[in-house]
Every structure is written in structure tokens, then in C-alpha cells.
């Protein structure tokens, strides 16, 4: 497993942090967390047409740029960092992962071009009205007649379902568990934006009323391809989540430089200094862990499973604890709305609680290895 990172990837690195500086700073975030879809358009475009960034980890057979889940890694790092809000996560990582798990050709072939360019918005819709992260919960049912597929039902918390193109979604068939494609202006299907704690990333409830969709593989591939796509999704939110927790650690260390009492820089204090060099410390093996689990990726390694839930646990954990001590390191000003330590605090909260929290995959990755 090759670790560590290359020149190429740092300039990749510099590269996505100049474009998200320029083009979605945070004053851009804060105006488009007021807005009801989230999305640049603009921004949403250059990503693709200028950087790839929406196609990097897809084979170059289906449009994209051929290069391993470690370099999209890295793009989640610098988006989770810029706390950028546009549906990379919903249509780059979930649904570009469920079509790459599925042994349907023909769909990748339909699909995975018009994500790779960014000119398809698609997302993958699995969690219903209990807000269960495990696959036994879905409950959408899939009904047949001859060839053509009709669902009905609802499905909770789909990250960016208003506004996608296309919803990849995860019902129940006689035969287990089944992905169908379904377009934005399929009959019968009602999207309704819901309110969210984190304001800078959308969450939807998708109402299925004999809505006609098209079967992705065979009817019972679902659950495989949703295993093995939350395998990767935990990691890819996990890459995030360190992007985020490195600059909250960034902006409480400068703010304990400038900020002086008593005639001296906060940051002189011992009880400041221990606190910034522990969240160093746990910021650090976070990228270590989320390193480890991007080359397992890479290399589709039989140890996804073990590493995507021991990563997006500690991730959780040391994203919360970080952006909770910034805020507290501020003082004061950390708690105004014109600060944007709390808009971190909303992320690494809401990012705990997506695709599961620490608990639920310790008790996952317990399950997993038969403990």
C-alpha cells in the first residue's frame, strides 16, 4: 500500500485550495447557505471544465480522469476545509460510487459521463423517515410489471435531492435490495427541501407515488452496491471532515497569536498552549487514519471495511472536539453569527451525524469483525 504523499498530489492540493479561495470563499458560502439549493452554478462548472474535479476517481472509459480515490481525497480535504456546499459529496462520491459497485454497464455508460463533467447533478437516496443509516431499514418498495418498475414511498435526508439531475434510489424488491435510477422530473415524485442545522449543506425528503424507474443491475445487487458504496462515502466524508478540523485548529492557533491580555498573546499561555498542541496532535492522526484508508481505497483493499468505520468514527470525534474548542478559545466573539467558528461547529456536527455517528460505526466495525 503506497502512503505518503506525492508532488503531484501537493500541487493538486494547491491548486483546488487557490480555485475554492477565488471562486468560493466563505463570504460566497455564507450568501448561498441563504439560498434554497446551495449551488454556484458557475462555480459548479469551472470545477469541472477547468480542474476535472467532479471526474477525478472516474475510470477514463466513462469520462473521467482516471486517477485514484487518494487524489479525491484530497479534493474532499480542500472542500471540507472551504466548507463548500455544492453536491460534490452527493454526486462525485454517492452516486458516481453506487454506478462504479453496480455490474450494470450500460448504466455506467448512461450515467458516470454526465457526472464526471459535472453537467449531471445525481445523488443516491437510501435513508427513509426513521433517519437509520443501516440497510435493513429501507423499507421503499419496488414493484414490477413485465420490465417497467414502480416505487413507492419516501426516502428522508438525500443529500442534495431537490435539486439533482438524477436520484439513484435503494428500494425493496422480492429479491432483497435493488438500485433504480429515477430523473428529476419523473411523474409521480414530489422533493421538498428540508431545514438542516448545517446551513451550508442541503438535505431533502423525496415523496415516491408510482413513480416509473429503471432497475440498475439485477433486484437483489442493492445491497452489495450500498455496502460497498458507504465503505467508501464514510471515508470520502471522512477526508472531509480532517479538511474542516485542520483549518478550525488553523484559526484558533492565529487567533491565539493576536489576541493579547494582560500584555501578552493568549497563545503564551499554558493552558492555551497544551490545548492548541492536543488538538495538533489529534488533527494529525486523523490524517494519518484518513491517509491509511485512502490508499485502501486506491487499492481496493479487503480491508475497506474495517478502516472506512474506524475512520469516519475518529473523524467525528476529534472534527467535533476541534471546532467545539475554537469556538471556546475565541472567547466571546467565537459565539457571534458574524464569526465563522460557528459555521464549523454546524458542519462537524451535522458531519458527525451523517452516514452514521462514532457510535454506530463502532458498533458497525464490531458486528463486522464478530465481536
Known sequence: MILGVSAE???LRASVRRFLADRAPISAVRELMETTDGLDAGVWRQAGEQLGLQGIA?????????????????VLEELGAALYGGPYLASAVLAANALLASLDEDARKAYLPGIASGELIATLAFTEEDGSWDPDGIHLAASSDGDAWRLDGRKSFVLDGHTAGLILVVARTGDGLGLFAVPADAPGLARLALPTLDQTRKLARLD???VPATLIGSPGDGMTVLSQTLDVAAIAQAAEQLGGAQRALDMAVEYAKVRHQFGRPIGSFQAIKHRCADLLLEVESLRSAVQYAAAAVAENSAEIPVVASLVKAYASDVYFHVAAENIQIHGGIGFTWEHDAH?????AKASELFLGDASYHREHLATRIGL
Open 58 to 74: 472516474i475510470p477514463e472509459e466513462y469520462g473521467g480522469s482516471g486517477f485514484s480515490f487518494a487524489e479525491q481525497a484530497i
Open 208 to 210: 415516491f407515488a408510482a
Open 343 to 347: 459555521l464549523y461547529f454546524k458542519r
Open 9 to 11: 498530489q501537493e500541487e
